[in-house]
């Protein structure tokens, strides 16, 4: 009876307070009635809306102003917003970083939003002051040097904000759920589902409001109005401080992984204990940081950094042990790390994929007829807002109507498992680029028959089915990829997890131009090049087809990994030895 009593107690503070390693704005263990969940994750929410807003304003127009203000050829243009966006999403990698070791998750986004308002302050003055502007008066075939140093510095400034934002900002508003709560984590479920519902709103506003604005008032006008948002969202997250659940930084996450690898090395010859419960842990009572790891018996040679020897006692009571013996903890630790690498490798050709919406598919809207009335017409970047709707439907869909009825069907929480999701959106993938080659070919043919005209006589909505299936895809493949890169990264490391989850779309923006280097330079030789001076003495059909066949051949590489991943294994509060898991 008494023991009941006392087990009643410990479930009653454990639901009035949260012991998950995080603390409240005043450092003290947070009451969950007034913190987390959802009243804090909404004023993430918010910033992060701004800053899409922000962003996709800038992304989806600068291929346009590239090729008509400063005069870029295509495959130059292309290039140019290649290498900035790949910029853009691989400095998550050292923001998330920094987050995670030293500063904390909260002043890496506060500060990263400062530097972000200051790119676009000085992105603004690039198009408003008179001796930065592009030209004294009117339109010019060569801007001014000054406008295009202005210019590029102040788009690169917002790269670096962007560098502490993404990957911060994101896994900030999943800890404010705790993993160990059964309603918090059911909620933290939907978390990421509805973080790129707002993710697209404010994609959505950019790609049409902002877009607008640019065509039809100035680019001045359009950049003060994302420089204000700006300003007014880094004061609403700051409002928000005393709803928030903040957790420490608890130094480099790569230093107990180097650690673990020199101690297996070190320990390579002695043989296994009979009992796993044998290894090395920590007791439950001296854990302050993150979560217990369950033993697995994939890569066995980590497996030894956790044999306990006679010597590593007294080297325990000296506290001398880093580098000859590591924990269960970190050996898994390590092994999650591993064992993502072959997935974030295979996830390249999708981002490869995604690559093309802001850049060909923007260009190609172009070449067509935009016009909705006799007198209003859409502008070319407005139409990647399809793109944002099909993520946005395919979202709402899985959260709202596919999960209950594959929780049901499967048992599993999540419905189908986090790889399975992204297998999904890679599938779409390969679909939008088959779709893509099929409407160019269909333009070209039109631009054979009516060379006067061109294209211009053919709806830009042919373009509606690659937005709308790219965005289908993201739905499953980008939000997968954040749940990925947050859920199986360890504990210590989770926004720079998330900066590898923008790295995959960073690389492949990389990887989007050195394709399109290469396999200029291989046609070219042959007689053409599928790229020309512009898209109608282009073949970017052929190109897609290309696209279609890469991004097939990876995902049967993908589906044989996927089959056989195993994924981390979180021991209960209540657990502490690993024969228990």
Sequence with gaps: MEQTRKQERVEADEEKWVYDSSVDHKGRVPLRASTGVWKASLFIIAIEFSERL??????????????????????????????????????????????????????????????????????????????????????????????????????????????????????????????????????????????????????????????????????????????VVMASSVLIFCIGRPFYRFRMPTGSPLTPMFQVLVAAITKRKLPYPPNPAQLYEVPKSEKTQGRFLCHTKSLKLLNKAAILEEKDITALAKQQIPWRLATVTKVEEMKLVLNMIPIWLTSFPFGICVAQAPTFFIKQSTTMNRNITDNFQIPPASVYSLAAVGMIVSVVIYDKVLVPVLRRATGNERGINILQRIGIGMVFAVVTMVVAALVERKRLRVVETDQVKGSISMSVFWLAPQFLIIGFGDGFALVGLQEYFYDQVPDSMRSLGLGLYLSVIGVANFLSSFIITIVDHVTKKGGKSWFGKDLNSSRLDYFYWLLAAITAADLCIYVLLARRFSYKTVQKRAVVAVADC
């Design 54 to 227: 922000s962003y996709f304003g800038i992304a989806t127009s600068l291929i346009i102003y590239l090729t008509r203000v400063i005069h870029q050829d295509l495959k130059t243009a292309v290039k140019n917003v290649n290498y900035w966006s790949g910029v853009t999403t691989m400095m998550p990698l050292v923001g998330g970083f920094l987050a995670d070791a030293y500063v904390g998750r909260f002043s890496t986004v506060l500060v990263s939003s400062i530097i972000y308002f200051l790119g676009l302050l000085l992105l603004t003055m690039s198009r408003v002051v008179p001796s930065w502007k592009p030209c004294a008066t009117g339109p010019c075939h060569k801007p001014r040097k000054i406008h295009e140093v202005v210019f590029f510095l102040a788009i690169y400034l917002i790269s670096i904000g962007t560098g502490g934002h993404k990957p911060c900002l994101e896994s900030f508003g999943a800890d404010q759920f705790d993993d160990d709560h059964p309603a918090e984590r059911r909620n933290k479920l939907s978390y990421f589902n509805w973080w790129n519902c707002g993710l697209c709103s404010g994609l959505i506003l950019g790609v049409t409001l902002i877009v607008y604005v640019q065509d039809h008032v100035s680019w001045g006008a359009a950049d003060t109005i994302l420089t």
